[in-house]
T-cell receptor, first 110, second 114 residues
Framework: QKEVEQDPGPLSVPEGAIVSLNCTYS??????FMWYRQYSRKGPELLMY????GNKEDGRFTAQVDKSSKYISLFIRDSQPSDSATYLC??????????FGTGTKLQVIP | EPEVTQTPSHQVTQMGQEVILRCVPI?????FYWYRQILGQKVEFLVS????????KSEIFDDQFSVERPDGSNFTLKIRSTKLEDSAMYFC????????????FGEGSRLTVL
């Protein structure tokens, strides 16, 4: 079993839709949960960061972590074409290097 | 807003040539990284650097690669004898702390090896 699993997509949604991006992980030692966003031909950028279980909201973005089921979600409300990018979930232990999977490619259609 | 800057944005080189990719991290950051991304693939960790030495490196980072912080601002990645498979986008990143995992990435340097 891979340590982190994320559906690679692509996921196509109409503008204005609510998007749900999900990740599962197997390592119960993970405590830090991040979502990075990568636009085509650009470097990743940190979008959301949470520590342990719970929800965190930032504008149209909400990150959810359920440590009991080892499930991470990112919700995007009122999705915009500018949200079209690859979204990378990065759970990790503290002081561990940041490693990326293939992420989920999202396309928001105008 | 402070940012990580990388030069060159694109470099074309012949196989076997040496290449130096340059990065200026965010000024108060202490941790520096190089990642690479082959077209269509995931971003891969190469090396991390702290306190003027390598703190961790991946199996990709073999003897043809080296990193240096020659002065107080630049952070360089040298590829000694480039191979075709070194063609990729190379991203430099820096962070203030290693615990948070918040990395700030540059725009990348595209390396094409012919």
């Amino acid at each position: 079993q891979k340590e982190v699993e994320q559906d690679p997509g692509p996921l196509s949604v109409p503008e204005g839709a609510i998007v749900s991006l999900n990740c599962t992980y197997s390592n119960s030692a993970f405590q830090y949960f991040m979502w990075y966003r990568q636009y085509s031909r650009k470097g990743p950028e940190l979008l959301m960061y949470t520590y342990s279980s719970g929800n965190k909201e930032d504008g149209r973005f909400t990150a959810q972590v359920d440590k009991s089921s080892k499930y991470i979600s990112l919700f995007i409300r009122d999705s915009q074409p500018s949200d079209s990018a690859t979204y990378l979930c990065v759970p990790r232990e503290g002081y561990q290097k940041v490693t990326f999977g293939t992420g989920t490619k999202l396309q928001v259609i105008p | 807003e402070p940012e990580v800057t990388q030069t060159p944005s694109h470099q074309v080189t012949q196989m076997g040539q040496e290449v130096i990719l340059r990065c200026v991290p965010i000024s108060n950051h202490l941790y520096f990284y190089w990642y690479r991304q082959i077209l269509g693939q995931k971003v891969e960790f190469l090396v991390s650097f702290y306190n003027n030495e390598i703190s961790e490196k991946s199996e990709i980072f073999d003897d043809q690669f080296s990193v240096e912080r020659p002065d107080g601002s630049n952070f360089t990645l040298k590829i000694r004898s480039t191979k075709l498979e070194d063609s990729a986008m190379y991203f430099c990143a820096s962070s203030e702390s290693v615990s948070t995992g918040e990395l700030f990435f540059g725009e990348g340097s595209r390396l094409t090896v012919l």
